[in-house]
């Protein structure tokens, strides 16, 4: 019975190994945030779907709403501010913090600051309590020239997440002459 113990052993190990290397991996990625995995760049008019972890028509009916505002913002930031818009106009429900969010960061870096400012307003309308809408409303008023209202949203947020929150910093180091690149 020994033998046939210490046998099926020896053929278990590889499998027992991988198991705890994979058990392993998983842990040490959601330490360390690896499962919120970084958005891919879809084509032009296709979206990311978090569900499927695929892209899909940005127009698709199989898409959601937060999907696509998610989706919208990551072509925001990585310059596509028109397509971002394009895919915001998609939305069945717009009126939310985020939308109106990121129409705003959207129209703004297309060179639209007031147009953007409004989208902000409407945001802090449904969630004055948003950090990152009083962040690029901050950054707006910078562009405006004037400082004087950015500070006033560097105190908001000041009072929402504290000083070591990314908002904070990053309106911080716009008012004192480092805009976000």
């Given at each position: 019975m020994k033998a046939f113990t210490l046998h099926s052993t020896k053929k278990l190990l590889p499998l027992l190994c991988l198991v705890a290397s994979g058990l392993?991996?998983?842990?040490?990625?959601?330490?360390?945030?690896?499962?919120?995995?970084?958005?891919?760049?879809?084509?032009?008019?296709?979206?990311?779907?978090?569900?499927?972890?695929?892209?899909?028509?940005?127009?698709?009916?199989?898409?959601?709403?937060?999907?696509?505002?998610?989706?919208?913002?990551?072509?925001?930031?990585?310059?596509?501010y028109q397509e971002a818009l394009n895919l915001l106009d998609t939305l069945k429900q717009p009126n939310t913090r985020e939308?109106?969010?990121?129409?705003?960061?959207?129209?703004?870096k297309l060179g639209r600051t007031d147009e953007g400012i409004g989208y902000y307003q409407r945001s802090i309308a449904l969630?004055?309590?948003?950090?990152?809408?009083?962040?690029?409303?901050g950054e707006a008023w910078m562009i405006k020239g004037r400082p004087d209202l950015a500070k006033s949203e560097l105190a908001t947020i000041k009072t929402l997440c504290g000083t070591g929150c990314e908002e904070y910093r990053d309106l911080k180091s716009a008012i004192d002459g480092h805009p976000e690149s």
């Open positions: 392993l991996y998983t842990a040490t990625a959601n330490a360390m945030g690896e499962d919120d995995e970084k958005t891919p760049d879809c084509p032009k008019g296709q979206a990311y779907d978090s569900k499927t972890k695929t892209c899909i028509v940005d127009k698709s009916s199989m898409l959601n709403d937060d999907d696509k505002t998610q989706y919208a913002y990551h072509l925001a930031k990585s310059g596509r939308a109106w969010n990121y129409r705003g960061y959207a129209t703004r969630d004055p309590h948003y950090a990152k809408v009083r962040e690029y409303l």
